[in-house]
């Protein structure tokens, strides 16, 4: 059974920052590209950043420069590193892994405070 489960949501004021986690089991986990994605209220679901199997990364360019991902294969768990935090940034953000099948957790909240 395939699980991804997230951590590290909360509320933070403007400027502030936080790291997202993601546990993945139940997948190949080092095989899989895994990114992070994000709602808002009334908005769709929006690309964040990802990361590869061999640790390429991609960025929206909303958050290049402020968020990092980042992985470790042997905790099967992929990092949102999130500094410089501004109040466009609050949504709910999901983990996602894809490649041989498309998985999605259930996310976990950010709201920033201005």
């Known amino acids: 059974q395939v699980q991804l489960v997230e951590s590290g949501g909360g509320l933070v004021q403007a400027g502030g920052s936080l790291r997202l986690s993601c546990a993945a089991s139940g997948i190949p986990f080092s095989i899989y590209t895994m990114g992070w994605y994000r709602q808002a209220p009334g908005k769709q679901r929006e690309f964040v950043a990802s990361i590869g199997s061999v640790g390429t990364t991609n960025y929206a360019d909303s958050v290049k420069a402020r968020f990092t991902i980042s992985k470790n294969n042997a905790l099967n768990t992929v990092y949102l590193q999130m500094n410089s935090l501004k109040p466009e940034d609050t949504a709910v953000y999901y983990c996602?892994?894809?490649?041989?099948?498309?998985?999605w957790g259930q996310g976990t909240q950010v709201t920033v405070s201005s």
């Open positions: 996602r892994a894809w490649g041989l099948s498309n998985y």
